[in-house]
């Protein structure tokens, strides 16, 4: 967009200037003419790009690290997303870290915290379990867990249980952003668990009914765990109900039972579900999102380029880029998970949406 107009910054260089520049330099100062323009653009300017992960190319290399270093050695065995221009702050988008984590049966991580807050989406395997603050939880594919910063956590993999591999996603890029990130490893290395297996799912994870005793006050969801099949079942019956959202399809939102309110205090998730053969006019809005086909396939068009993905795929959608979905099956729904930094955008009013106005609300492809 042009520059030259009143408002913005248009100095042009002089001998005169340089020189001056020089001097505020030697006083660690310099001129906000300089930069204001590129500080301050007219609209946002993700330094992210739209980046598209096939999981036929990262399962093998996944679960090749296996070989190559324990867990004890890694603290955690993960292959993470490194997004050609956010590869700095190690971003799969925006201010968003996402990785895949593999472990093998018998296998446990050891017990730590951080300020940064995380989740996992179960990709594929069985035996799988993850203990937040001693809440033990056993992990499914498709299921949704959140390890939200400050508790406890470790994952490991039952000895019956076969090979794992889940997506991480995590604000560590933000909260280093914030210079607010820290670090324990538990001094037991390993959390006892003493209270039922899937406690926190059972008493607070039934739709529409909320425990008549126990209070829950923390900022993030008691739920801890979001299960697949009934999360399908929630889509399925919405779908009978609604026309669903021109941008998304059918989509709900995971949230804190108790509050409405998004999971965490700084990621957000959700479940799309695309009906057979539909197609979604494009939008955009700021905030970065990370999705994860988790069924089905299609491609989605993303700042005017195509990204074909199919079950497992993980692509992201940087902020204020223009996007739209397409199932591309006439007879199977797709379903789309994906996590984003909204619970931060919206607290901080940086929330803003477009529709794409020409071509029928569909992009141009570049
Ligand atoms: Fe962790
Ligand atoms: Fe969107």
Redesign the pocket.
């Known amino acids: 967009m042009r520059e030259d107009v009143v408002g913005r910054a248009s100095v042009e260089d002089t001998p005169e200037l340089k020189a001056y520049y020089k001097d505020l330099e030697q006083f660690e100062t310099a001129a906000l003419w300089t930069v204001a323009n590129q500080i301050e653009p007219w609209e946002p300017k993700s330094a992210s790009v739209p980046v598209l992960w096939r999981y036929k190319d990262l399962r093998e290399p996944v679960l090749r690290s296996v070989e190559l270093v324990t867990p004890e050695k890694a603290g955690r065995r993960v292959i993470y997303l490194n997004n050609p221009g956010r590869r700095d702050v190690a971003a799969a988008c925006g201010w968003l870290y996402s990785g895949l984590q593999v472990m093998h049966p018998g296998e446990v991580a050891t017990s730590?915290w951080?300020s940064a807050s995380?989740l996992r989406f179960i990709m594929e395997g069985s035996g799988a379990f993850t203990v937040v603050d001693g809440h033990k939880m056993t992990l499914g594919a498709n299921d949704f867990v959140l390890?939200p910063n400050g508790t406890w956590?470790e994952h490991g993999v039952e000895a019956t249980g076969s090979p794992c591999i889940w997506q991480d996603g995590l604000d560590i890029p933000f909260v280093n952003a914030m210079e607010a990130n820290f670090f324990a490893v538990h001094p037991n290395l390993y959390q006892k668990s003493n209270t039922v297996v899937d406690d926190m799912t059972k008493t607070w994870g039934n739709a529409g009914l909320l425990p008549s005793t126990g209070e829950w006050t923390k900022k993030y969801s008691p739920m801890l765990k979001y299960e697949w099949a009934p999360t399908y079942e929630a889509l399925s019956r919405f779908a009978l109900a609604t026309d669903g959202s021109s941008y998304d399809g059918v989509m709900m939102r995971y949230v804190n039972p108790v509050t409405g309110g998004h999971v965490m205090q700084t990621i957000g998730a959700a479940m799309q579900m695309l009906r057979p053969g539909e197609q979604t006019k494009a939008h955009r809005h700021t905030g970065s999102f990370i999705y994860q086909c988790c069924k089905g396939s299609g491609y989605s068009i993303i700042g005017g380029r195509r990204f074909d993905w199919t079950e497992r795929d993980i692509f992201c959608v940087p902020s204020w880029a223009w996007h739209e979905h397409v199932n591309a099956s006439a007879t199977e729904d797709a379903c789309l998970f994906s996590f984003n930094d909204l619970p931060v955008i919206e607290s901080l009013g940086l929330y803003r949406e477009e529709a794409l106005g020409d071509n029928q609300g569909r992009q141009q492809l570049s």
């Open positions: 730590h951080h995380a390890t956590h």
